[in-house]
């Protein structure tokens, strides 16, 4: 356990590999992924998505990962001791975000595991009598059983975390990553072997460009950005414990190809489904928790498939939540040189605290701020506003500030070439930024 001492490192490149895709990997992929490919058209879109996740998302995490492994520190730290400056600011942003986001993420978690729970409990005879939407209600209006919930994730979460970087999070996600992946293959084989399923197939698989606009090109981008866990310090706190002889552009291209593949397998598990039952494939986040059930009680076995499904989110959910809390950890332990029993344990109780108003917005026992939850509050700036802007100024920083450094970092010093360096550094430079600086703007609409 580092308390500023020796500093934790990932024991193998591939523990390295599973624990930055479990960050990258959360409930976006599995439920905003095929929701936003519905509203946008299918094939189309995911072609699209793709495309901007390896031009676009590989950059900016290859830069971040890079920042990361230079300094050997934490987000703050990072942007400190290789600039310093108003640049810390950056960092500052990144552990903002993780208090933040982890707040109100770790209540929609705690969801996912009252459903796992309530698949073979009751909610398939509810789903049965067209009730999801009455009892999703009931149960998110209900603030002790919500935050009950919340708090089993957050001490799951905690305790991964407090057990440091081998023994606790690469150790974890070694089992959760290919747990996951084992989960969305037996659902695809159930999924696409409904009567029905083809529908819902060709919808995913068959490109129809016309359905291509600037909004289109909007929603892509966004989702491109959002699932690789961009702009929020995870990658450069995880780049952190990486070992100097790694290469690193491969390793960031193996996060992106894994975390997208979770993204296209989990439509491949939502769409045959959904077309097989008749229901209407952009129905939006209400999908998840109310539309999907009713599907799957329409299958035999019914209560194993939403089982398995909802427990799918829950390893998901918990491979990002352990990149979120880490990020603010390590800020503690390396600035504040807590050790990481203590910088987990509080941080961990302080984020659960934060969430609480989430809980209590969601059940009308608190106002909204213009229209908004508190729920939604928090989500909106975060997202809208700290990871947009924590990317932007990542992609400024490699490009234009710490250029020298950063490609001493991505080549090894010379020892390790990589090729499409000098494009990198122009997406980085130019492209990145433009198309981050879209994603603000569009997205500070309240």
Known sequence: MSNGAEREQWGSRLGFILAAAGSAVGLGNIWRFPYITGQNGGAAFVLLYV?????????????????????????????????????TIVGWMGVAAGFIILSYYGVIAG????????????????AEQGKTADFFVGFITNPGLVI????????????????????GIEKYCRVLMPALFI???????????????????????????????????????GQAFFSL?????????????????????????QVCFLDTLVAFLA????????????????????????TLPNV???????????????????VAALTSAISLLEVVSAYFIDEMKWSRAKAAWINGLVIFLLGIPSVLGLAGKLPKFAGRD?????????????????????????????????EKEVTNNGTKPFALHTAWLWVCRVIAPIAIAYIFITGLKW
Do not use: H
């Open 51 to 87: 495309a901007l996740v390896f031009i676009i998302g590989f950059s900016v995490m290859l830069a971040e990962i890079a920042i990361g492994r230079a300094a050997q520190l934490n987000a703050v730290g990072s942007f400190k001791k290789l600039k310093g400056g108003a640049w």
């Open 111 to 126: 969801w996912t595991i009252a459903y796992f729970i309530k698949s073979f409990t009751g909610l398939m005879q509810i």
């Open 148 to 167: 009950a919930w919340q708090a089993l994730f957050m001490l799951v979460t905690i305790y991964i975390v407090y057990k440091g970087i081998g023994e």
């Open 183 to 221: 989960i969305l293959l037996v659902l695809i084989v159930r999924a696409v072997t409904l009567p029905g399923a083809g529908a819902g197939i060709d919808f995913y698989l068959k490109p129809d460009f016309s359905k291509i606009t600037g909004g289109t090109l909007g929603a892509a981008l």
């Open 229 to 253: 866990s961009l702009g929020m310090g995870c990658m450069i706190t995880y780049g952190s414990y990486l070992d100097k002889k790694e290469a690193l552009p491969g390793a960031a291209a």
């Open 267 to 290: 439509g491949l598990v939502i769409f045959p489904a959904v077309f097989a039952f008749g229901v209407e494939p952009g129905a939006g986040p209400g999908l998840t928790f109310i």
């Open 296 to 314: 799957f009680a329409k299958m035999p076995g019914g209560a194993i498939w939403s089982g398995l499904f909802f427990l799918l989110l829950f």
């Open 374 to 406: 508190f729920l939604d509050s928090a989500d909106f700036i975060a997202s809208n506003v700290l990871l947009p802007l924590g990317g932007l100024f990542i992609a400024l920083f490699v490009g234009w500030v710490w250029t020298e450094g950063a």
